[in-house]
């Protein structure tokens, strides 16, 4: 498959759960990121990976964990979760430091914490 | 932190009328200004940019305009199509690439 991609594209997890999401970018990008999309706040910038390291965590709560093991995985490791966590979750790509920032999304995956 | 105003959050226009949303940045060293569509269940895909070092640019249907004193641009759609109904995200970005979205406008067309 070409783009980027998501894994799952939907889950219903409860608080005590722990889940992981998984985006894999097939562009040859080298930076990755993951942003929230809620109805309150569309589109919020979580964390930004460049050439495998974090470069950003935009004071995102430790339940949330990422993960770069290299520049065409990104994970979001899960853990004690609240219902107000319940959003969509995008993972997106670049080529950072090129003349072109275009960022390409996944198709995200929907999350509900019960 | 950089903060990026978007206005309106809803605009509904007949088929064939023009459509204009506009966006506001705070940081003077943003270079680059992305116009995302998001379709609805779908991710958001570019469909315009321009960067710092110029006014205006156009494709088709869209334009895009830069006030870099202001520090505000605004996307132009023209004969709008129900096929434009859309979620629209402005961004800035400045040399780290990180992008800084606007909070949307969910743009309908009535046919």
């Known amino acids: 498959e070409t783009g980027v991609t998501q894994t799952p594209r939907h889950l219903v997890m409860g608080m005590t759960n722990k889940k992981s999401l998984k985006?894999?970018?097939h562009l040859g990008h080298n930076a990755m990121?993951?942003?929230k999309q809620?109805?309150?706040k569309p589109l919020e910038l979580m964390f930004v990976y460049n050439f495998k390291e974090q470069t950003e965590n935009n004071s995102v709560p430790s339940r949330f964990s990422p993960e770069c093991p290299n520049s065409s995985h990104l994970f979001l490791h899960l853990?004690?979760?609240q219902?107000?966590?319940s959003a969509l979750y995008l993972c997106a790509s670049s080529q950072a430091g090129s003349s072109n920032n275009e960022q390409?999304?996944?198709p995200?995956?929907?999350l509900t914490v019960l | 932190g950089e903060n990026v105003e978007?206005?309106?959050s809803t605009l509904s226009v007949q088929e064939g009328d023009s459509a204009v949303i506009k966006c506001t940045y705070s940081d003077s060293a943003s270079n680059y200004f992305p116009w995302y569509k998001q379709e609805l269940g779908k991710r958001p895909q570019l469909i315009i940019d321009i960067r710092s070092n110029v006014g205006e640019k156009k494709d088709q249907r869209i334009a895009v305009t830069l006030n870099k004193t202001a520090k505000h641009f605004s996307l132009h759609i023209t004969e709008t199509q129900p096929e434009d109904s859309a979620v629209y995200f402005c961004a800035a970005s400045s040399a780290t690439d990180k992008l800084i979205f606007g909070t949307g406008t969910r743009l309908q067309v009535f046919p």
């Open chain 1, 104 to 106: 390409f999304f996944g």
């Open chain 1, 83 to 85: 219902p107000e966590d």
């Open chain 1, 38 to 40: 809620s109805a309150k």
């Open chain 1, 79 to 81: 853990h004690t979760l």
């Open chain 1, 108 to 110: 995200g995956t929907r």
């Open chain 1, 33 to 35: 990121y993951w942003y």
């Open chain 2, 6 to 8: 978007q206005h309106p």
């Open chain 1, 23 to 25: 985006c894999e970018q």
